[in-house]
């Protein structure tokens, strides 16, 4: 069987066909796409893409397709098992392995961020529940957020790894609470200290494992998805180190339905080096004896929405970017955006919110939602 019958075969069983005319079939413009995607896995079939390869007209639709036949594993590369090897071997979000991602994919440049998210700057999953928009649903996302934490006016926040400074604004501004941001990103950390100027709000350019002092509650929201396995146990100490007795911890993080030790070799290459998602048994099993878990919040589905609305926004102001990015980028970031709302869609990924104490609250958390 030749290389272009074998990925046909792959591809039926999503029930995708090659230059079919369905808006999911994918249209190949170089045959050696069929070597490569066979070759290297999902690195080889993103890079053939970036590349201008081959092209698919509703690519959301075809990822979802794609995962839900879990065709992922039915191409096993070399790119695996490197990236396997080394994850087993080293400390891939090691203090200095964790600045890589600041510089490669949160630096990019804020002009750029702001056009594709939201005005609050959550590059994080909003709460769609009531919302009709992505402002509303990142609103409401981060008021969910601090009524989890049960904030009040003077209340002391850690919030690890802060973004654009966008929650740490919010709680200043709605709640009265006085925030205290750690972040890599030289970036985010300038665009956050201008934004939050005025505010009870402290944002340092350090390593989340540098945080000091007690608080009312910590937070922790799209970060831990860059800890890594190996640093699951220790995340979750400092947090608990943090925090004053009957504290609330608030983790928002995207996870996986089975427990890995890697990411995916096209997005550790390109979006998120050394990136990985938890499980629920990875971070249970790393709370035990530090934590009650009070809440337990999955709201996945919401997050096909919110990336359907930036990569909206990513493409009503490409022309802005075209010329300083160029066209390999906007197709590598468009792969990015897609692969993803697929893989919510699919629910093979999932976007949880846990709230965790310190010995359990006496009477017992309400949930919110």
């Given at each position: ?138 609103s409401d996302k981060l008021s969910l957020s601090c009524k989890k ?105 995207i996870g996986g339905n089975v427990s890995v030790k890697t990411t ?106």
């Amino acid at each position: 069987m030749g290389h272009k019958e074998k990925v046909q075969e792959i591809l039926a069983l999503a029930g995708i066909t090659i230059n079919g005319n369905k808006p999911y079939d994918v249209q190949v413009h170089n045959e050696k796409f069929y070597a490569r995607a066979l070759a290297q896995g999902s690195l080889g079939v993103g890079e053939s893409y970036m590349d201008g390869w081959w092209d698919v007209e509703h690519l959301d639709v075809f990822f979802t397709r794609l995962f839900k036949a879990d065709l992922q594993n039915k191409i096993k590369s070399f790119s695996m098992l490197k990236n396997f090897v080394s994850a087993k071997v080293l400390n891939m979000q090691s203090r200095s392995r964790a600045k890589k991602v600041a510089k490669e994919h949160y630096d990019l440049g804020n002009e750029f961020y702001q056009a594709m998210l939201d005005r609050n700057m959550q590059y994080t999953c909003g709460y769609w529940k009531h919302a009709r928009n992505l402002d509303r649903a990142q609103s409401d996302k981060l008021s969910l957020s601090c009524k989890k934490l049960q904030l009040q006016k003077g209340d002391r926040v850690l919030e690890l790894g802060c973004g654009w400074g966008g929650f740490a604004r919010y709680a200043a501004q709605k709640c009265g609470a006085h925030v205290t941001g750690y972040n890599i990103s030289k970036e985010q950390v300038a665009f956050a200290k201008e934004w939050t100027k005025g505010l009870p709000v402290d944002i340092r350019l350090a390593d989340y494992r540098d945080a000091t002092g007690t608080f009312d509650a910590v937070a922790a929201i799209g970060m831990c998805e860059h800890v890594g396995y190996k640093n699951y146990r220790s995340f979750m100490q400092l947090a608990h180190d943090r925090l004053k007795e009957q504290g609330l911890f608030l983790l928002h993080t995207i996870g996986g339905n089975v427990s890995v030790k890697t990411t995916d070799p096209w997005i550790e290459k390109y979006i998120f080096p050394h990136s990985m998602l938890p499980s629920m048994a990875q971070l249970t099993k790393a709370a035990e004896g530090l934590f009650v878990v009070e809440d337990w919040h999955n709201f996945g589905p919401d997050y096909d929405k919110t990336l359907m609305a930036w990569d909206a926004n990513f493409r009503k102001h490409w022309l802005r970017f075209r010329d300083e990015y160029g066209e390999r980028f906007y197709r590598m970031w468009r792969f990015y955006l897609m692969s993803s709302a697929g893989q919510f869609r699919a629910r093979r990924i999932q976007l949880w919110q846990a709230v965790l104490s310190k010995g359990g609250l006496p009477g017992g958390y309400v949930p919110v939602r």
